[in-house]
């Protein structure tokens, strides 16, 4: 682990680095923070305290897709509802197909051969344009063997 990349939050405002663990970036802090801020509160609204999570998250979607997908893996494991897995598809993961695609292809189609709940996550994003790609194809096919979240197909067991 690194001391790890910094999001505006961490730059700009007073609220030091709470995605990390004795100076040392924390995938699983973020992962947490994300699905709290995300997905879990009683009242409908955010969890105030997590809120950095998102600027956290956009900081790693965009310059480190590598920490973006380790923070999304987890999350997925940890996610108890199709709710949250649905908010993780259609922002973090299809964020990482848009914007490193070809990159990150490669690694997204070996957890789909292996993970049920991932390809569940994989069936939940939109291409964004981009339906003749090659990655978008990819993407598909890494899906195609579900189950599908628009299917109404039930939340598989976390097998990341």
Known sequence: MTAGPECLDCRFTEIGHPC???????PWVVADACLRHGCNSDDGNHVTDTVWSASCLLE????????AFEVLVIAL???TSIEEVSIL????LEQIIVD???SM???IEALAKTSRRF???LSGVWPQGRKETDVWQRVLAAASAGPQMDQTDALPPPDL
């Open 89 to 92: 598809a259609a922002g973090t």
């Open 100 to 102: 490193h695609g070809p």
């Open 119 to 121: 390809r569940f996550a």
């Open 105 to 107: 292809i490669d690694r």
């Open 20 to 26: 990390r663990v004795d100076g040392i970036f924390d």
């Open 77 to 79: 494991r940890r996610a």
């Open 60 to 67: 790693l979607e965009l310059n480190h897709p590598n920490l």
